[in-house]
């Protein structure tokens, strides 16, 4: 299962982005999508989730500022980035975690993307 995000960049303090992730592969039933970041010299930390139902988790840091969003049909998952802070600069990443057909049988599986870059400038 291939998963590809977008829309990362660069802006400023205090402005808006809007990053996006989609799930490619055969048959694929996606229980959870995620969005993690990670900055130089840091781990990785959770940045949202959402499971299939539309039940959201975020980080105490990005609360009332980002919003998560899916599009099940769509194998997509989208994190809506307002009020950016410096802070928020990182490369972020998407998580899948589901089943999909391999070798026509149902296997579970857990993949990330390659990630985006975000660059909140002061």
């Known amino acids: 299962v291939q998963l590809v995000e977008s829309g990362g960049g660069l802006v400023q303090a205090g402005g808006s982005l809007r990053l996006s992730c989609a799930a490619s592969?055969?048959?694929?039933?996606?229980?959870?999508m995620g969005w993690y970041r990670q900055s130089p010299g840091k781990q990785r930390e959770l940045v949202a989730t959402?499971?299939?139902?539309?039940?959201?988790n975020y980080a105490d840091s990005v609360k009332g500022r980002f919003t998560i969003s899916r599009d099940n049909p769509k194998n997509a998952v989208y994190l809506q980035m307002n009020s950016l802070k410096p802070d928020d600069t990182a490369v972020y990443y998407c998580n899948g975690k589901g089943t999909h057909f391999r070798t026509g049988i149902r296997a579970e599986f857990d993949s990330w993307g390659p990630g985006t870059q975000v660059t909140v400038s002061s």
């Open positions: 592969g055969s048959r694929l039933s996606i229980i959870y």
């Open positions: 959402i499971t299939g139902g539309g039940t959201t």
